[in-house]
């Protein structure tokens, strides 16, 4: 799944690896005109997807076959991140738009998947706190929901049971965002402060989670999308992650938070735009 912006437009395609095709999806109005960051993520079945939209999210089937519709209506931004593996629970965190007090919060909604469609209950919240929380996301057997939160200062790592027993866990030390636990195995992934994918072995005794040391899976950083979305995804097998890379050679160094300083800028614009 690719999501891409152009003249202010949000655009959405299906790639397909075996084939080597590229099939674009019709978007409605409330989607592709969103202003602010589009994000988009699979059902289990992967037979639909959940689109952030302008007042809510929606959904859409993956073949392509009709526009994006209406499955939550909110009037804060509403960014899906994780199903649940059984496909029953969306988790996704909602924000102010134009970034209202609060900052982000964590809520999960029920949904129901017929294979035609897609039906949501009533949203609740995950749990409640005053600092801002992003990203929760399902480990592969959904016992557990790890997310990022500003509850110490810095953006950290922190992983809670499903459903939520008020127990927590710091995952993280010296900052992390976007995690993603491996679709099969007991590992969590996440972005340290540098943009390198971080990973993290655990196992669970009982309704302990009980995690090691952080190491690197590969000091080697990738592009980055801030820390509000994720810019690498787990493969579905297990065997890899998929991820935006930084340009390789001379470009390198212009990355997106890059900044050209231009001196004398007027005596620059003369030059070019000669004065009637």
């Known amino acids: 799944m690719l999501l891409s912006r152009e003249n202010g437009a949000v655009a959405l395609s299906m790639y397909d690896r075996r084939r080597d095709v590229m099939t674009p999806l019709t978007l409605s109005?409330?989607?592709?005109?969103?202003?602010g960051a589009p994000f988009a993520i699979w059902t289990p079945d992967g037979r639909f997807v959940v689109l952030r939209g302008?007042?809510?999210?929606?959904?859409?089937?993956?073949?392509s076959a009709g526009e994006p519709r209406v499955l939550t209506a909110s009037d804060q931004f509403q960014t899906p991140t994780s199903f649940s593996p059984d496909g029953k629970t969306l988790a996704y965190y909602e924000s102010a738009i134009g970034g209202g007090p609060g900052g982000a919060k964590i809520w999960t909604v029920s949904v129901e998947n017929d294979g035609l469609q897609l039906r949501a209950h009533d949203p609740q919240r995950f749990f409640q706190s005053s600092s801002?929380?992003?990203h929760p996301t399902f480990s592969a057997d959904g016992r557990w929901l790890?997310?990022?939160?500003?509850?110490?200062g810095p953006l950290q790592i922190w992983v809670r049971s499903w459903p939520d027993t008020g127990r927590k866990w710091q995952i993280s030390s010296n900052g992390g965002f976007c995690p993603l636990f491996a679709r099969r195995g007991s590992e969590l992934f996440y972005l340290n402060s540098d943009g390198q994918?971080?990973?993290?072995?655990?196992r669970a005794v009982g309704e302990e989670f009980i995690p090691e040391r952080p190491r690197f899976w590969t000091e080697k950083p990738i592009a980055s999308l801030g820390t509000t979305l994720w810019s690498y995804d787990t493969m579905p097998d297990g065997s890899g992650?998929?991820?935006l890379m930084l340009p390789e050679g001379p470009q390198?160094?212009?990355g997106r938070n890059h900044v050209i300083v231009l001196q004398n800028f007027l005596d620059h614009l003369?030059?070019?735009?000669?004065a009637r």
Do not use: C, F, N
């Not at 109005?29 to 202003?35: I, K, Y």
């Not at 302008?54 to 089937?61: E, I, N, Q, T």
């Not at 003369?270 to 000669?274: D, E, H, N, S």
């Open 241 to 243: 992650i998929a991820g």
């Open 54 to 63: 302008k007042g809510g999210m929606y959904w859409m089937r993956a073949d």
């Open 270 to 274: 003369r030059r070019i735009v000669p």
């Open 252 to 254: 390198q160094q212009y």
């Open 146 to 152: 790890a997310y990022t939160s500003a509850e110490t």
């Open 132 to 134: 801002s929380e992003y």
């Open 197 to 202: 994918v971080m990973v993290v072995s655990y």
């Open 29 to 35: 109005e409330a989607v592709s005109r969103l202003h």
